[in-house]
């Protein structure tokens, strides 16, 4: 743990975004990780989207359970909302922040352990409802926060920092999410910025429930020889499918995609993630495809990231349900409580 | 780009940039953090050791440190370097024991130097403790050079010079006050070993307009002035005061102008503000004292009327000014300023006349000496100059600088060696860690601004001339300055072979100094660094290949704040924080005689 301050340094040079906030700005607390966590380069990517997006903080929503991934949000954005809840419990109260208010952008913050495992039905149920929220996995195939224990994503074969293997199979998150009917699933790496930024400001733009698996390496417990979600490892075994990027709507009006090599995936509000291929033949709105693709990659012990499957046309969990379009705090008391009487004249029906 | 090389000591000491900055390397953060434990008198030493006169130089240095302070580039106003030398020298205990011995057997080489001022202290300074007999003769009846007959008493008390000048002359230099030296040849037939021409540039400038000689009785030269002054020949000036030039000998004649009765006292500049040779806090001071600084009047004429001084014509300009420079001038006025006296202090400049032109010291083309910038010798062997006589006026800091430079070479030149024998700089780092995320300097960032000197109110300062304006800083001033150094000089110090490329370091860095990219050339990897680096005069450390990916790390010096948060997020400690040492080599760090056989059991 860091003793200081980050010092609030006002240099020549630094720079702000529309709302005239820098990127100090969209910080929060200091890390009290462990020094060169993945999670903490997660935390300033997530920073940096947010600055770059311009995003108002007190629109934002931060949630998440337990571990140390859960930890991260009390480091990034201390203007916003914010709830740390049960353990694997993050979708259900993100559900409930949501149905109460369908404006808030909601940044759902978990681990392995938080949703591979104890949470694992939240996230499907999630995911299957196409909830409205940014849902961030920092995956580093380990318990750390209980001292290094095989997690549901260690692949089978990997080894502990003591050199026991592990003998159960994996989760895979971003396959898991394909199936369960998700309508955005992508993984990246804590160590490479460039693809993870991009992919933030998409999953932020993308209405439903966008899942990033981030292979975020535990550098005390899971960085060693024989571990596959190293830094080394995931160096040495990453293939990109494709690079994404955010079009705002004025920008997507001039662009034009007649290359081929760039595909373009229009969303409700006019913007454009602009995904630029690097295996031609990937084409991430084939959701068969997609399966099969990381599988092949994941018999090979390769790691494929990028944007993997979007179909930004399912309706999200607040269409389905009907939810109120304005946010309850919005609401006179009348309207909200509309009195015994309605109530009797509701429960008529019930009868 | 190629990896940098930081073995090459100039490399870290740039990243000092007060103490790069300072002619004589004075290790500006380390004697700031001996003044933030309390440990005045070691401040005091680590000052002495470079700059030799510390009590003088907390009040009257240029400070060249000051404007290159990277604290400047941070929050505008550099630290109080200056101020805090004062500190020191202000709240230090007796340092005599701490003075070097001085050997009672000679080593029978025989000094003779010209001028008591600091250039010629300082050669002294360096040379006793060797064992050599330092003969110095001084024209006047006191030592300090210009430091005493140049500096009013209120910006520099005699007590301060008395006593850093005791330090030096107590070592058994052999004196010789009221002995102005006539002639060199002379001099060189007297037998000496070595010879070191410190007199100074002592001749004021002239201002060759009508009415100057018939005027002269209330026309003088600053700096001629301002020495008569000191010496106490001159008591009072007229009540209107016109001084000719902005530098700094202008603004302590203006300022001593008020305290011999002048009031309504006016600094007549030819040209505009940011032209001014004068130091900044120089003029603000002179300001406060409610002098008026008057901008694009040019001289053109005294007026004397019934052999009394009236004032002056002076030719009012008009300037074109690009990228801050004048690009054309024009005259399009004239206007009469009553005076009742006028000081010149438009420059001053070396002057040699007893020295003969056919002993084998050259001068050039501008009657300067010719003497070389490294060893500062002669064309005659043996012959050396420093301070303002080797090349024209200069600072106190300068001419101690050349003093310890001439030092060296005078060491070499007596005991047969080569004057460009030199010793070259070297650096010592040794990190600070303490534990896991403890560091044995003050890392914490300080968000407050300068301390701003506190002042002799204007009623008080003008009954005396000796009443130093300026109070030094009182101990929650010092306490607070102090923490706002950024100690530039514990490094960032980067081992490529440990660093797993997390990224925490670029992450937490507050002011976005570090960058893990591709490699490329040195232009265009600035322009894609996290934030562009856009200071050329701020090096970019660049690491070779890393063992992962084989991109590099690159650090933009510029602002970073040493706060070594890298370091502390660094999992693989292959950031560490590292205090640089910058170890210069002085006369007495120069072996010229063969190591004496000891007794030894």
Redesign the interface.
Known sequence: ???????????????SNELGLT??DYEGGL?TL?????H??V??AIVQAFWDLAIRPEQVIKLSGIGCSSKTPAYFLSGAHGLNSVHGRMPSVATGALAANRDLIAVGISGDGDSLSIGFGQFAHAVRRNLNVLYLIENNGVYGLTKGQFSASSDPGSKAKKGEENRAQAIDPVASAITLGGSFAARSF??D?EQLVPLIKAGLAHPGCAVIDIIS?C??FN?HEGSTKS??WT?AHREAANLADLVPPAKAIEASYADGQTLPIKLHDGSVIELTKLDPDYDPTDRARALQYLESHRAARQIVTGLLYIDSEQPTLNDIAGTAKKPLTEFEFDELNPGSAALAELQKHMK | MKPTDTSDPDYFHRVVDCQWGCPAHTDVPEYIRLIAQGEFTDAYMVNRESNVFPGILGRVCDRPCEPVCRRA???EKPVAICRLKRVAADHKEDIRERLPIIPEKKNGKKIALVGAGCASLTVCNDLMPLGYECAVFEALPVPGGLMRSNIPAFRLPAEVLDEEIDYITDMGVDLRLNSPIESMKALLDEGYDAIFVGSGAPKGKELDIPGRQEGKDNIHIGIEWLESVAFGHIKKIGRKVLIIGVGNTAMDCCRTSLRLGADDVKVMARKPRGFFKASDWELEDAEEELVEIVINHSPKSFVVEDGRLKGMIFEVMEYDIEDGKITDTRVVDETFIEADDVILAIGQETAFPWIERDIGIEFNEWDEPEVDRTTYQSTLPGVFFGGDAAFGPENIIWAVEHGHQAAISIHNQVHGKSVDDRLPDTMNLSSRKMGI??WSYS???E?AARRKMEHVPLSERFKNLGTEVELGFNAEQTACEVERCLNCDIQTVFTDELC?????C???C???CLTITENGEEDELRQRLT??A?NLDQALFVSGGLE??GRIMVKDEN?C?H?G?CA?????AAWDMQKSLLEIGYAADHDVTPCPIRKTG
């Open positions: 743990m860091t003793w200081i301050d980050k010092p609030k340094v006002k240099w020549a040079g630094q720079k990127l100090r890390s462990c020094a060169g966590c993945g903490d380069s935390t300033a804590s160590g910025k390496p550098v005390t960085d830094y080394a160096r | 580039r941070i929050d995320h403890e890392n914490s960032f968000p797993i490329e997390c990224d925490a670029v992450d937490i507050p002011t976005q934030a562009p856009d992962q990916t602002v704040v706060c948060l502390e997020r660094c999992p693989t």
